[in-house]
Each structure stands twice: as structure tokens, then as C-alpha cells.
């Protein structure tokens, strides 16, 4: 059975950093692209980040310079490393198994992230 | 890169069948087959419901069919039942970003 769970939301204050994690069973996330997607409280999806199965990675234009996605293909595991949080960034965080472009297939449950001072 | 577009809300009676639809621009809906749609219920995941314009997922009731025309794709929901009450957004890649761009989301009410 395939799952995807997320962990490492939390309470941070502006400029601080954020390492999110999403643990995937059922299937290896490196034969999978793997991708970001957050929703901020009340509002739509937004896509964040996505790692392809070939090792590149995209990020919106909005997270650029501040996020990075990482894969540990051992622990088969994606990463969010998120520096300079903002309190834009304000979110719950999913992570999601790429099925075709812009499909993703399996998602986690979220975890939220609450950047304020 | 801007949303998709969608409409804030759409409502059908039970048994009625309904659409959504999500307009974009010759750069994404218009230009790939890759359109999808999630449907999300209050404090839930995403659920994939269709895929590359009009596949569904193994598991997704055949009430959920998906088309495009243009720039604009479509999602209906036939034989509209209680459990369909749920947000729907649209989603298509985009050459652009290489990440994909969401619609506004469209609420969809069960009468």
C-alpha cells in the first residue's frame, strides 16, 4: 500500500528555517517524481516544489532562493528545507507522488506550518 | 504564472449532472494534455479524480469524466451524490515553471 507521511510543521517565527519531511512506503521515490504542494489557510493549492525521477529540481517563483528539495533515496525520503521563512509561507504542506505532469497520484496527510512572531 | 480560472461555486440537485469548468491560456491548458483534477473534502488531502484531460485513476467512480476545448477544460460530475459536495481544482503543467499551476478551486454544493 503506498503512503506518503508528512512530519517537522510547526511554530516559527519570520527569518527562521523549517525542515519538512515526507516518509513514502509502497513504492521507491526515486522511480517517482515527488512534489511539494502547500494551501494556505482557506485559500487554493499552490505548487511549491518538484523533484524529478533524473535529479532536477523546480521551485515557484515565490519560494526561490529560500527552499530546497532533497531526496535521501536509503531512508526513501523527500525533504523541504525551508530558510527565511516568511509569514506568507503560512501553510499546511503536503507532499504528493507524481503520476503524470501536473497529476500526483498519492498524497500525505499535510503538515502545518505557522510562521508568526 | 497565473491561476487557472474556475468558478467560486457550482450546484446541482442529486441525480443532476454538473460542470466545472477552468480556463487557462495557450500556454498551459491549451497547449499540453496534461490537465488535471483534485477533489478536496474540509481539512483533507487532495484527491486525483482525472488526469491527462480525461483519464481517471483506478479506484474513481465513472460519474467523473473529464474533457477540453481550447484553452478550457472541463470536469462533470454525473448523478451528483451527497458525497460529491467537496472542493474541486483544476491543475495543468506549464512549460513555464515546469511545476504546474492550480485553478482558483470551485466549490461544489449538493441540494
Known amino acids: 500500500e503506498v503512503q506518503l507521511v508528512e512530519s517537522g510543521g510547526g511554530l516559527i517565527q519570520p527569518g527562521g528555517s523549517l525542515r519538512l519531511s515526507c516518509a513514502a512506503s509502497?513504492?521507491?521515490?526515486?522511480?517517482?517524481?515527488m512534489s511539494w504542494v502547500r494551501q494556505a489557510p482557506g485559500k487554493g493549492l499552490e505548487w511549491v516544489s518538484v523533484f524529478y525521477g533524473g535529479g532536477s529540481t523546480y521551485y515557484a517563483d515565490s519560494v526561490k532562493g529560500r527552499f530546497t528539495i532533497s531526496r535521501d533515496n536509503s531512508k526513501n525520503t523527500v525533504y523541504l528545507q525551508m530558510n527565511s521563512l516568511r509569514v506568507e509561507d503560512t501553510a499546511v504542506y503536503f507532499c504528493?507522488?507524481?503520476?503524470?505532469?501536473?497529476?500526483?497520484?498519492?498524497w500525505g496527510q499535510g503538515t502545518l506550518v505557522t510562521v508568526s512572531s | 504564472q497565473s491561476a487557472l480560472t474556475q468558478p467560486a461555486s457550482v450546484s446541482g440537485s442529486p441525480g443532476q449532472s454538473i460542470t466545472i469548468s477552468c480556463t487557462g491560456t495557450?500556454?498551459?491548458?491549451?497547449?499540453?494534455?496534461?490537465v488535471s483534477w483534485y477533489q478536496q473534502h474540509p481539512g483533507k488531502a487532495p484527491k486525483l479524480m482525472i488526469y491527462?484531460?480525461?483519464n481517471r485513476p483506478s479506484g474513481v467512480s465513472n460519474r467523473f469524466s473529464g474533457s477540453k476545448s481550447g484553452n478550457t477544460a472541463f470536469l462533470t460530475i454525473s448523478g451528483l451524490q451527497a458525497e460529491d459536495e467537496a472542493d474541486y481544482y483544476c491543475?495543468?503543467?506549464?512549460?513555464?515553471?515546469?511545476?504546474?499551476?492550480f485553478g482558483t478551486g470551485t466549490k461544489v454544493t449538493v441540494l
Open positions: 495557450s500556454s498551459d491548458v491549451g497547449d499540453y494534455y496534461y
Open positions: 491527462d484531460v480525461s
Open positions: 504528493a507522488r507524481g503520476l503524470s505532469l501536473g497529476a500526483s497520484d498519492y
Open positions: 491543475s495543468s503543467y506549464t512549460f513555464s515553471s515546469t511545476l504546474g499551476v
Open positions: 509502497g513504492f521507491t521515490v526515486s522511480s517517482n517524481y
